[in-house]
T-cell receptor, first 111, second 116 residues
Framework: NAGVTQTPKFQVLKTGQSMTLQCAQD?????MYWYRQDPGMGLRLIYY???????DKGEVPNGYNVSRLNKREFSLRLESAAPSQTSVYFC??????????FGPGTRLTVL | QQQVKQSPQSLIVQKGGISIINCAYE??????FPWYQQFPGKGPALLIA?????SEKKEGRFTISFNKSAKQFSLHIMDSQPGDSATYFC???????????????FGSGTKLNVKP
């Protein structure tokens, strides 16, 4: 039982490059989330998927897209990376009315 | 505008002392208040959580105090240990009991350093 897994762990991009962050959970959770964590800002919700087949914007969605591929997988895509997107990205999942479980994070640097 | 305000930003406590972290919110629709603990290089993990029908919840050395009228809640760590050194986040959610998912709003975090 791996919980929430994220790939890659680290990534360096040049401005304008694109990439997809992958997230998978094996807890049969309905809901999944993408957050970014920046110093002094806490965790801010980028996008979430309340259930398979649905996605919604969070607090800071600009510059990102998401895909809920199936119940297990939720990916985050940066189409044209910008230095302002340098951050640590966390994926999380939850069952109904329950805590969120977080993955180990992806540290992204955009040069 | 941040929906949950957390203070202090950093905290240094001697081993055996009490660590206190405070959070405040405005949205009266919030009805689930978890605290998360994060060690360097790791994702946050749930530490303890409270719903507004109780004013206090204790789990071991960790206690949440909740003041519904003041819209404030705090984490108390009794007998703080060096192993408690981590970043702590409070959060609030309007989806605790009524909805199918929990949309969390996090505080900005408190970096706790417990000195031996």
């Amino acid at each position: 039982n791996a919980g929430v897994t994220q790939t890659p762990k680290f990534q360096v991009l040049k401005t304008g490059q694109s990439m997809t962050l992958q997230c998978a959970q094996d807890m049969n959770h309905n809901s999944m989330y993408w957050y970014r964590q920046d110093p002094g800002m806490g965790l801010r919700l980028i996008y979430y998927s309340a259930s398979e087949g649905t996605t919604d914007k969070g607090e800071v969605p600009n510059g990102y897209n998401v895909s809920r591929l199936n119940k297990r997988e939720f990916s985050l895509r940066l189409e044209s990376a910008a230095p302002s997107q340098t951050s640590v990205y966390f994926c999380a999942s939850s069952a109904r009315m329950a805590e969120q479980f977080f993955g180990p994070g992806t540290r992204l640097t955009v040069l | 505008q941040q929906q949950v305000k957390q203070s202090p930003q950093s905290l240094i406590v001697q081993k055996g002392g009490i660590s206190i972290i405070n959070c405040a919110y405005e949205n009266t629709a919030f009805d689930y208040f978890p605290w998360y603990q994060q060690f360097p290089g790791k994702g946050p993990a749930l530490l303890i959580a409270i719903r507004p029908d109780v004013s206090e919840k204790k789990e071991g050395r960790f206690t949440i105090s909740f003041n519904k009228s003041a819209k404030q809640f705090s984490l108390h760590i009794m007998d703080s240990q060096p192993g408690d050194s981590a970043t702590y986040f409070c959060a609030a959610s309007p989806g605790g009991v009524r909805y199918n998912f929990n949309k969390f709003y996090f505080g900005s975090g408190t970096k706790l350093n417990v000195k031996p």
